[in-house]
């Protein structure tokens, strides 16, 4: 089945303490991306990588990472999580067309 | 910067009682624009695109056209099963994604 996976799909955790959220499409997708979503402000775009080792920022970077070492994965690292990140992520993939699709989530809670 | 604002906020409808929901937007080259559906605790779901003013898709009870300002997304004799939330998003020339804070759509039975 063609998916878009992440892991964990919930995590609390406390500030300071570095955490990876991964996440991995199995349909050969050159283009990735990372979404938080908040209550009033919609999807905003964190970083996207159009392939293996080409990554830019987003709407909001600041305070994120991430890297493409293959084409399949594209973790997001958060080197010292503050309670401003606690959110809701989406990974997202697309191939040459422009339709996005979307894993199921990861929810963050930074205290 | 691109911009894309959604309304209403949120829509209560009865079933059958069709209506209408608005993406406007200011992007600069518009290459794409998405309708999406998101249940509570998912990933949204793709629905539509559309590229250019004055196309329509279509697909069950749900139809999206899209003019040189704004897109809507028409529900026709909603069910229950039509309560999520839709979100519009327009895609630039610089691959960049930009999406509305979405409707909110119940359907009471």
């Known amino acids: 089945e063609a998916q878009v996976t992440q892991n964990p799909r919930y995590l609390i955790t406390v500030t300071g303490k570095k955490l990876t959220v991964t996440c991995s499409q199995n349909?050969?997708?050159?283009?990735m991306s990372w979404y938080r979503q908040d209550p009033g402000l919609g999807l905003r775009q964190i970083y996207y990588?159009?392939?293996?080792?080409?990554?830019d920022k987003g709407d909001v970077p600041e305070g994120y990472k991430v890297s493409r070492k293959e084409k399949r994965n594209f973790p997001l690292i958060l080197e010292s999580p503050s309670p401003n990140q606690t959110s809701l992520y989406f990974c997202?993939?697309?191939?040459?067309?422009?339709?996005?699709?979307f894993g199921p989530g990861t929810r963050l809670t930074v205290t | 910067e691109d911009q894309v604002t959604q309304s209403p906020e949120a829509l209560r409808l009865q079933e059958g009682e069709s209506s209408s929901l608005n993406c406007s937007y200011t992007?600069?080259?518009?290459?794409?624009l998405f309708w999406y559906r998101q249940d509570p605790g998912k990933g949204p779901e793709f629905l539509f695109t559309?590229?250019?003013a004055g196309e329509e898709k279509e697909k069950e009870r749900l139809k999206a056209t899209l003019t040189k300002k704004e897109s809507f997304l028409h529900i026709t004799a909603p069910k229950p099963e039509d309560s999520a939330t839709y979100l519009c998003?327009?895609?630039?020339?610089?691959?960049?994604?930009?999406f509305g804070a979405g409707t909110t759509v119940t359907v009471r039975a």
């Open positions: 559309l590229y250019s």
């Open positions: 998003a327009v895609q630039a020339n610089d691959y960049k994604l930009s």
């Open positions: 997202a993939s697309r191939s040459g067309g422009l339709e996005q699709y």
């Open positions: 349909m050969n997708h050159e283009y």
């Open positions: 992007v600069s080259g518009l290459r794409g």
């Open positions: 990588s159009m392939n293996v080792e080409v990554t």
